[in-house]
């Protein structure tokens, strides 16, 4: 009895492990025939060409804010104004000095001008003394004398000269100064460096800020993006051009549908969302989907993203 039982026993337990494997090695075919035809990850709103921080050019205390969130404003707008008041005064005094300092070249440039004309007559007269001295009409001294005079004439007039360049010199350096107290003026508007509009201000009418200072965030004009990360078991699988759908995570619905422009050349760290205390093994690729329609995407926003890989 005992030696049946143990047969049939072991009867059953082979059996038993001939349909585990096949049960397996189906789940497995299954799984392989099986093909993915969208991916779906969280993502990111923002403006194609990033969101850029404000920071402050200058030191000083705020006197206006020239640009509202949310207002579209132009390249080269005015977004924001320090108190000017001590560079104003300064380069009130470095103008002052250019109308001085061209009196100063044009006296410089007049007695060039008398010199020259003194060498002139000067160097006329001694080749005249020469032609007397040679018919015995003047005497040798009266010769030398007149040769004298050219030379001291001679020397007098590249004084005069190196004085008006000097004066010319000094006129730029005015001018250097001019120029610098301007740029320091004009630090004191802060200007935008694109179109777009003010996402928020970290500062008020009022504050005092200091240069490299933080003061707000920027976002350029422009379409959006939806930036999200793909596992590295599927990144072989996205492709630029390849559509997409971005979904609203409070209620399901399409916000947009898209094109996938972008996909990074390595992989790193999953970063989207991500607490800083999670432990993660896995690497992603960044990727990103331009948005066909901005109007109702919001900046910031986290959504979900279906990549649709067929």
Same mark, same amino acid.
Request: charged share 30%; proline share 1%.
């Given at each position: 009895?005992?030696?049946?039982?143990?047969?049939?026993?072991?009867?059953?337990?082979?059996?038993?492990?001939?349909?585990?494997?096949?049960?397996?090695?189906?789940?497995?075919?299954?799984?392989?025939?099986?093909?993915?035809?969208?991916?779906?990850?969280?993502?990111?709103?923002?403006?194609?060409?990033?969101?850029?921080?404000?920071?402050?050019?200058?030191?000083?205390?705020?006197?206006?804010?020239?640009?509202?969130?949310? *207002?579209? !404003?132009?390249?080269?707008? #005015?977004?924001?104004? =320090?108190?000017?008041?001590? +560079?104003?005064?300064? @380069?009130?005094?470095?103008?002052?000095?250019?109308?001085?300092?061209?009196?100063?070249?044009?006296?410089?440039?007049?007695?060039?001008?008398?010199?020259?004309?003194?060498?002139?007559?000067?160097?006329?007269?001694?080749?005249?003394?020469?032609?007397?001295?040679?018919?015995?009409?003047?005497?040798?001294?009266?010769?030398?004398?007149?040769?004298?005079?050219?030379?001291?004439?001679?020397?007098?007039?590249?004084?005069?000269?190196?004085?008006?360049?000097?004066?010319?010199?000094?006129?730029?350096?005015?001018?250097?100064?001019?120029?610098?107290?301007?740029?320091?003026?004009?630090?004191?508007?802060?200007?935008?460096?694109?179109?777009?509009?003010?996402?928020?201000?970290?500062?008020?009418?009022?504050?005092?800020?200091?240069?490299? *200072?933080? !003061?707000?965030?920027?976002? #350029?004009?422009?379409? =959006?993006?939806?930036?999200? +990360?793909?596992?590295? @078991?599927?990144?072989?699988?996205?492709?630029?051009?390849?559509?997409?759908?971005?979904?609203?995570?409070?209620?399901?619905?399409?916000?947009?549908?898209?094109?996938?422009?972008?996909?990074?050349?390595?992989?790193?760290?999953?970063?989207?969302?991500?607490?800083?205390?999670?432990?993660?093994?896995?690497?992603?690729?960044?990727?990103?989907?331009?948005?066909?329609?901005?109007?109702?995407?919001?900046?910031?926003?986290?959504?979900?993203?279906?990549?649709?890989?067929?």
């Amino acid at each position: 009895m005992k030696i049946k039982f143990f047969f049939i026993a072991s009867l059953f337990v082979c059996s038993f492990c001939s349909c585990t494997n096949n049960n397996v090695k189906t789940k497995e075919q299954a799984v392989i025939q099986t093909e993915i035809e969208s991916i779906t990850g969280v993502a990111r709103i923002e403006p194609e060409n990033g969101l850029l921080t404000i920071y402050a050019n200058s030191n000083g205390r705020i006197n206006k804010i020239a640009a509202l969130e949310n *207002q579209q !404003i132009a390249e080269d707008c #005015p977004l924001l104004v =320090l108190d000017n008041t001590v +560079e104003k005064t300064l @380069l009130d005094v470095e103008r002052s000095k250019i109308s001085s300092q061209n009196a100063a070249i044009d006296a410089a440039t007049r007695n060039a001008e008398s010199v020259k004309n003194d060498l002139d007559k000067a160097v006329s007269d001694f080749q005249l003394n020469e032609q007397l001295f040679d018919a015995k009409g003047i005497t040798r001294q009266a010769l030398d004398d007149s040769r004298a005079k050219v030379e001291k004439l001679t020397s007098d007039y590249a004084k005069a000269l190196a004085d008006r360049d000097e004066q010319r010199t000094k006129m730029n350096e005015v001018k250097t100064n001019v120029n610098y107290r301007q740029a320091l003026l004009d630090e004191k508007v802060l200007k935008s460096a694109f179109p777009g509009y003010v996402l928020q201000w970290d500062v008020h009418c009022g504050d005092y800020v200091t240069q490299g *200072q933080k !003061i707000g965030q920027f976002a #350029p004009e422009g379409s =959006l993006v939806a930036v999200t +990360e793909i596992d590295e @078991l599927f990144q072989d699988k996205v492709k630029t051009g390849m559509k997409a759908e971005v979904f609203s995570q409070l209620n399901g619905e399409r916000i947009a549908t898209g094109t996938v422009i972008y996909i990074a050349g390595y992989l790193k760290k999953k970063s989207l969302f991500s607490d800083d205390n999670t432990v993660e093994d896995r690497r992603v690729k960044e990727v990103k989907v331009r948005l066909d329609d901005n109007s109702k995407a919001v900046i910031n926003s986290k959504v979900d993203c279906t990549i649709h890989l067929k």
